[in-house]
């Protein structure tokens, strides 16, 4: 790493922090990400990045869990209100928060993609004194809302490499698509940007996480067993009636969606691996003495691998439409996010492995994670560069937490920052070298 390398990293890290704060103050959940996006769009553009936005990096057919009108029209008036710049607003109108931004090197060589998230979970925040971001006043100011999973970071760590690719263009090579995902949690964004082409042209796919159980200065140079899975929404529609004069009147939607919670977490687990379903909320009915005309269910499976998680939705999908069938009752399953399995490159965590050890900020690189991951839809990415005969991985950075991911005191080590950043920079400081020996 040369000086001019050097300066760089050490003009970026107070930056990325100020990125990072800002951002976690004015959290935005997924397909909301009004305010995030054009900042990113910003920043971008001043750097002399090419910028495809909205529709033109997220296909409608595929957007899944997408808010109502209402819901994404008060964020975007939130997001203006909050400073956004309106300049951007008719691209991201409607949830269309993607940005991609595109910069070629002075020098020929492969497109290099690097996915970074920017989505915020629906949780209130911690107002305990001795929350960090309370203490430094960067907690969330909106109520429900909350970076409690690092995509804070991701963004942050995505506007200094494009910072350094910008002020690094005489030194590099290839071409670099940085890509700003919107609504990752639920697992709702990225098969919407495959879609739409985003990674057709891709060589090499980089993305990554912070924290993750994993200890600050260890760095996992690739992933390779997240979890496939489905996330669906359920709604059982019966008749309401009175619940002491006419009970019979009454088709009860509770007793149906009862019936379905009950045997949905009975299905017989795959033989072939892991295999996971759970009813995460169960809502119903109006008061003590109505017959319950509806139930709404949140559900999700999961398998350690798309074929084991297949199984899981068609068992669950035969035990709804039973229970339904036992109340006579009509039912409408929404599927609202979805992810397949992955496996990270060989050839590119190997590399990975061996330039970050030139990093002295990186304590150790594993190769592997040492315990069992969750879903991400950045598979979707992953698989469909390697399909196409590229190569791909997930890091994950790791860092001390506050408290574990999702939840309301959640905090990094922010200097996370730094080593994400500089294992980033080494990464790409070989990639022509790297590319070359294929």
């Not at 911690?126 to 430094?136: W, Y």
């Not at 006579?328 to 590119?348: F, M, W």
Request: aromatic fraction near 8%.
């Amino acid at each position: 790493m040369d000086s001019q390398q050097t300066r760089s990293i050490d003009e970026l890290i107070p930056l990325m922090t100020c990125w990072r704060r800002d951002l976690h103050k004015y959290a935005e959940p997924g397909w909301l990400e009004f305010r995030t996006a054009s900042i990113v769009a910003d920043e971008l553009e001043t750097l002399g990045f090419e910028l495809q936005l909205g529709k033109e990096v997220l296909d409608e057919q595929s957007r899944m869990g997408v808010p109502s009108d209402k819901i994404l029209a008060m964020h975007e008036q939130r997001a203006i209100d909050e400073g956004a710049n309106r300049k951007w607003m008719d691209y991201f109108t409607g949830g269309y928060t993607g940005v991609v931004g595109t910069i070629r090197m002075n020098k020929p060589g492969p497109t290099v993609g690097i996915r970074f998230d920017m989505d915020a979970l629906h949780i209130n925040e911690s107002a305990d004194i001795n929350h960090v971001p309370m203490k430094k006043n960067f907690a969330s100011i909106h109520k429900g809302e909350m970076h409690a999973c690092g995509h804070d970071a991701h963004t942050s760590i995505g506007l200094a490499i494009a910072n350094f690719l910008a002020k690094n263009r005489d030194h590099l090579v290839g071409t670099y698509k940085l890509i700003f995902q919107p609504a990752e949690e639920g697992v709702r964004g990225a098969k919407s940007m495959v879609a739409a082409g985003v990674v057709d042209d891709v060589d090499i796919f980089l993305t990554s996480h912070v924290g993750i159980n994993v200890d600050l200065g260890t760095v996992v140079s690739g992933i390779d067993n997240f979890l496939a899975t489905t996330k669906f929404n359920v709604v059982f529609e019966g008749k309401a009636s009175h619940a002491g004069g006419s009970p019979e009147e009454g088709k009860n939607a509770l007793l149906a969606a009862a019936s379905a919670v009950l045997n949905l977490h009975s299905i017989p687990r795959s033989g072939k691996g892991q295999s996971q379903i759970n009813v995460g909320k169960l809502s119903s009915g109006y008061d003590r003495n109505i017959i319950p005309a509806f139930a709404e269910m949140l559900v999700e499976t999961r398998g350690e691998t798309t074929e084991i998680n297949t199984y899981m939705v068609a068992k669950a999908m035969n035990i709804i439409k039973g229970a339904a069938q036992m109340y006579g009752i009509d039912y409408k399953v929404d599927i609202v996010g979805e992810a397949n399995t992955s496996q990270s490159s060989k050839r590119l965590k190997n590399y990975i492995q061996n330039a970050l050890d030139n990093v002295p900020i990186v304590d150790e690189v594993l190769n592997s994670a040492p315990f069992p991951i969750g879903s991400e839809d950045a598979t979707y990415m992953m698989n469909h560069v390697i399909e196409n005969g590229g190569l791909s991985t997930y890091m994950i950075f790791g860092t001390e937490l506050a408290a574990g991911h999702h939840h309301e005191r959640f905090d990094i080590d922010e200097k996370v920052l730094e080593i994400a950043l500089s294992s980033y920079i080494e990464i790409i400081g070989g990639i022509a070298k790297f590319h070359a020996e294929k």
